[in-house]
């Protein structure tokens, strides 16, 4: 887990397809499938340049609140430039498992194609440390891309949660426009 400058290749394609096409089309239609009612406290982990985050805030607005949670000081910045309108998001910056975040807190946690950049050997720690900040009966969001080479099947996704002590609501897997496998699952935490 470092605190990388992101290379100029992810800096161009992040700003053309995530934040001009994908924020606009996709990200909306994803917020809106999760089913939030709008009052809830939301922590986004690895919100990046804060793509997903404009339409969870915009779903948050009146009552909600968005916690954005993101490695990267380049990225986080970037959220914050792009996101100022909104008045119901704090930026937190750093490595989930060495953060104080209140526990028992949040109402849900979203991951979106983050955990399968963070290295197999510390997935349980980053999910665990995200299960501590879940309120009882919470919900943790998943979605990750499940290609071999960069990705993380659907076992995975399971057994790091189950691990966790997370209880499985929904999974399934879908084929993307790219033709490409992409993984996803709610879970609820019990206690
Ligand atoms: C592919 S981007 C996805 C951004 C956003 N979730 C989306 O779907 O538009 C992955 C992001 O996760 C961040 N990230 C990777 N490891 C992380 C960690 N350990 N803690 C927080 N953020 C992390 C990266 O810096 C990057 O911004």
């Known amino acids: 887990m470092e605190n990388n400058h992101p290379s100029f290749a992810r800096i161009i394609e992040e ?6 096409i994908r924020s606009r089309f ?3 239609s994803y917020v ?3 089913g939030l009612s709008g009052t809830e406290r939301v922590l986004e982990f690895g ?3 804060g793509c997903m985050s404009r339409a969870l805030a915009r779903t948050l607005i009146t009552e909600g609140s968005l916690s ?3 490695i990267s000081a380049y990225w986080i910045e970037k959220a914050r ?4 309108v909104f008045t119901n998001i704090e930026y937190l910056q750093g490595d989930i498992t060495r953060m104080t975040v209140p526990e028992n807190h949040f109402d849900a946690v979203i991951i979106h194609f983050v955990l399968h950049d963070i290295e197999p050997v510390s997935r349980i720690d ?3 440390a995200l299960t501590k900040v879940i309120r009882p009966e919470g919900t943790l969001f998943i979605r990750e891309p499940a290609k071999p080479n960069h ?3 659907l076992s995975e996704i399971r057994a790091l949660m189950q691990s966790a002590g997370l209880r499985e609501i929904h999974t399934g897997c879908t084929r993307s426009w790219q033709r490409t496998w992409i993984c996803d699952g709610t879970f609820k935490k019990s206690w």
Request: proline fraction near 7%; hydrophobic fraction near 30%.
């Open 151 to 153: 990705g993380m099947p």
């Open 68 to 70: 954005c949670v993101e």
């Open 47 to 49: 919100s990046g340049g």
């Open 32 to 34: 809106k499938r999760l």
């Open 126 to 128: 980053v999910v665990s």
């Open 81 to 84: 430039q792009r996101l100022k």
């Open 26 to 28: 996709y990200h909306p």
């Open 15 to 20: 700003e053309l397809i995530d934040y001009r």
